[in-house]
């Protein structure tokens, strides 16, 4: 009877103590056994400097990429506006296949920063220029212009809108709102043509409002003394919009939410605007040094913002983990901060690109620290990251990407249970070994659980046939096809070992003089090709 007795009593206890347990403590288990991993990488571009900015997913599966390139060869070859960086856009299928491309410059840098889908399926895309010929012939108005260009969903061109004076004006972000219509953001430096009075001042953010046919409705700027920057904008459900940036600004539109105490430093800025672009709120995220925000999103309840900052007290008080720290923070619909929580280690981490799973939010950025946060998932000089928080802001899981070089996320998105990533890379081993094409390249990876659901058509070598002196080595690079999988199984073989011998890693070293065959096999798919070697 004691016995039983004692069962019974232990059984209650435990029944007792998981009644106490937050549920949220099994909610984040599940969650954080889901972490993905990656399925797939892609590089794209040419010989020279490509990187993806930003993107938007399609009903297909693939997506619309935009971003610059200052390559002739390789994904761009014969495509090129002039001897600088040209912007471009470009829809990728479900397995990184390009189905179209098109650029946009001229003679000097052209970029290309934002996109968003209109409710006709066509593109709005935002950036700048230094352009005076191509594209831009006979619109260039200054040093640089803001650029808005719409694109059909088969890639044509169907308009381009120029915005300037005589000094520097760029477009950072753009958004669909609810009437249909489009608004830009960013920063003016000019006081003339387009922007005059407008009441600016040293340097202010722009906004800009635009109909779907190109005409300018109307157009603003948020401005102190000194400087003001919009990084993003995101539509909101009152037909208004939410803006977000940087300011170290005390007057004018900041006057009487800056703290003066910190004058000098840089504040992180979100203003929220009705229609007609008329300012509703506006709150400031501040510390002792400076920060700013980079991406909003609107949410069922508020607006998620993310960022970087330096500052280590008042809003940051207790969260600075080194030089500078990503930051996430979210607020309701009225401007109150929620929460504020902070990534990195302790050099420099920031956060560039955000996005929403099913229960949570997906932050991509990148990371130059290899402690804290970014213990053990440090690549290289810099490395890509990409995070998932919860409605709480509990950091749930952190994946990264890259090599040895500098590697970055800047924005990606969520699709039928896997995680999409863009950004850029400058390695060409680790998570890059076998896609890297130039010297800096565009990347998409690939992320989920499963890499079944992918069906592999084949495999391919980048040398089919060379000739080597003898102590010469030479790197073979395997991939499968119609996408790269990082994780992936091949394996090498030597048909005569003493002529070259191949290691694991498909790295080939000629011995003597005579011929062989090095072999690159799936063994779990069958597929099977070989490089003929000769040896002088």
């Known amino acids: 009877m004691k016995k039983k007795f004692y069962i019974k009593t232990i059984l209650l206890l435990i029944f007792c103590m998981l009644l106490q347990t937050p549920f949220n403590y099994f909610v984040k288990t599940a969650k954080a056994a889901s972490s993905p991993n990656i399925l797939w990488a892609k590089a794209y571009g040419g010989e020279e400097g490509d990187d993806f900015k930003s993107l938007i997913q399609t009903e297909d599966g693939g997506c619309v990429i935009l971003g610059h390139t200052g390559s002739d060869t390789g994904d761009f070859k014969g495509l090129r506006k002039g001897y600088y960086t040209d ?27 934002s996109i968003a889908k209109d409710n006709n399926n066509d593109y709005i895309v935002a950036g700048s220029s230094y352009s005076t010929d191509g594209d831009l012939k006979g619109l260039n108005k200054g040093i640089e212009d803001a650029v808005l260009a719409k694109y059909s969903n088969s890639g044509t061109l169907l308009w381009k809108r120029i915005i300037g004076g005589s000094n520097y004006d760029f477009f950072t972000s753009v958004a669909v709102l609810n009437d249909g219509n489009y608004v830009a953001v960013g920063q003016t430096l000019s006081t003339d043509k387009d922007l005059s009075n407008l009441n600016i001042q040293r340097s202010d953010a722009l906004i800009v409002k635009v109909s779907q046919n190109g005409e300018i409705l109307w157009k603003k700027t948020f401005c102190g003394d000194i400087y003001e920057i919009f990084y993003s904008v995101c539509p909101t459900s009152d037909g208004g919009f939410i803006a977000v940036g940087s300011s170290n600004s005390d007057t004018y ?58 500052s280590s007290d008042e ?52 990371s130059y620290s290899n402690d804290k946060d970014m213990s053990s998932l440090s690549k290289g000089t810099s490395t890509a990251i990409m995070l998932k928080y919860d409605d709480n802001g509990n950091l749930i899981w952190k994946k990264s990407f890259g090599g040895s070089g500098i590697n970055c996320f800047n924005h990606g998105y969520f699709y039928n249970d896997e995680y999409t990533a863009v950004g850029f890379s400058t390695s060409s ?65 030597s048909s005569n070992s003493k002529v ?29 090709v070989y490089c003929k070697i000769t040896v002088k």
């Open 87 to 113: 912007a471009f856009i470009m829809k990728i299928d479900k397995y990184g296949s390009i189905k179209w491309k098109s650029l946009f410059g001229g003679n000097k840098e052209d970029f290309f920063y």
């Open 500 to 528: 070259a011998k191949v290691d694991s890693s498909g790295c080939v070293t000629a011995l003597s003089k005579g011929n062989t065959i090095i072999y690159a096999y799936m063994p779990n798919y069958g597929y099977k």
């Open 253 to 310: 539109d900041m006057s009487g939410i800056k703290d003066c105490y910190y004058n000098q430093s840089y504040d992180a800025i979100i203003v929220k605007y009705d229609k007609d672009g008329n300012i509703q709120w506006k709150k400031i995220l501040a510390g002792n040094n400076d920060e700013a925000f980079k991406y909003v999103i609107s949410t069922k309840d508020g607006y998620v913002a993310i960022g970087e900052t330096k």
């Open 315 to 366: 809003n940051f008080e207790g969260l600075s983990k080194g030089d500078t720290d990503g930051f996430i923070a979210k607020y309701d619909n009225y401007g109150n901060l929620i929460w504020n929580k902070t990534f990195g280690g302790s050099r420099y981490d920031c956060f560039n690109g955000l996005n929403t799973d099913n229960d949570g939010y997906i932050v991509f950025g990148r």
């Open 429 to 493: 081993d680790k998570d890059m070994s076998g896609i890297s094409i130039g010297f800096g390249d565009a990347v998409l990876v690939k992320y989920g659980n499963s890499v079944n659901n992918l069906k592999l058509t084949g495999l391919k070598l980048n040398i089919t046939n060379t000739t080597l002196r003898k102590g010469q080595k030479i790197n073979l690079k395997a991939s499968t096809l119609p996408v790269n999988i990082i994780n992936k199984k091949i394996l090498w073989s």
